[in-house]
């Protein structure tokens, strides 16, 4: 009996050793997995925004992009993210939605830059995309949703319209799992510390918005789509408290008055 | 890993025949249940089961062949999870995975080239002993002199 028990640690210790001899290799820069991944995210988000650009209207007025750019590059810049990566797109929509797609494509609607009652409301909304894109949540839902080989059909030039608009529609009105969300939640208030600006007027907005759901309920995308608004918000709450020695600067109410005078003209 | 030993007694045409036909059938589960790793095991136990009855060495072999599949069921098991936690959550590929996988495709490699080598000698009548497994095999047949043929 010594001998077998002794005879299996050998063969287990051996397995195990095996293992841990192998995982020394970096086998991620060998298999250029990396590589694969980013390219298979660079090409299926190129498509998906190719889509959404023949169906919606793109406003590049800079005077109405310009005050939303500032906020994305303040929000980069405070928190060392690459802001030339990521690239914004204002829609004129009325649905109160914003929503990121692969290779750090951030669309927002004109409908919620509307439904914002100040900016750090929107910046929190922001921060929030910025969260799953940082996070690798988008393709992760891609692949949990539209599964990896409809991604690298679509990504080798294969799928038709059907699979770009189905993972489209998957992002931009679906919302991700409850431990993604929370994680998007969590360092969107982060995020929005680093950058000096108040957490609670983003749980506000979710609470806000979580009520008015039931009256207009398929103009406010974003809150139907990511369910447990309220929950959230004072998720949202009792992790900005951890921040004890937070100071929140004043934002700029004049320029967002501004710009969303200029949405209403231009709607 | 593999060894030839002298049996208690010499097999007969039919014995060595079933005997062997234990080893391909988990041969065969592999093929048709990958990547599933329950299906061949589950394959060996019901091989087993109809031949719990038979002679020591046909018996032998079952159950050879049984615990062959239950040592790396485990590590396998843990594969399968990883890779579909990978899937579906957020957990992401990394090394540490892709040596695990290499290391338990390595290890099934040996296995499924043991199973054919133990296919084969046992067909011929010839007695093939695994390391660690034998002993174990040895510790949970007995052995029942007055069927042993």
Redesign the interface.
Known sequence: MRKIIIEFIISVAVLLGTWLILSQVDWMTLFRVKQATQSTGEKVGNLCWDLLKKSETEISADSVVSPIDSILTKICDKNQIDRSKIKLHLLVNEEINAFALPNNHLIVYSGLVEACKNEAELDGVICHELAHLEKNHVMNKLVKEVGLSVLLTMSSGNGNSEMIKRALKQLSSSAYDRKMETEADLTAVDYLIKAGIDPEPFANFLYRLSDETQNIPQQIYWISTHPESKKRAEEIIAHALTYKDFKATAIDSTRFAGLKEKLNRKL | MTSLEKFNYVPSEHEAEKASNSYLMSLIAIMGGLPLPIINLIATVAFYLGNRKGTYFVRWHCIQALYSQL?LLP?NSVGFWWTISI????E?????Y???I??IF??NLIEFIGTIYSAITTRKGEHVEW??IA??TD?TCTHDAKNNN
């Open positions: 040592f590590f899937i579906f959550t957020s992401t590929i990394s090394s540490k892709i040596a695990y290499i290391t390595i290890f390391y660690v002993g174990l510790l």
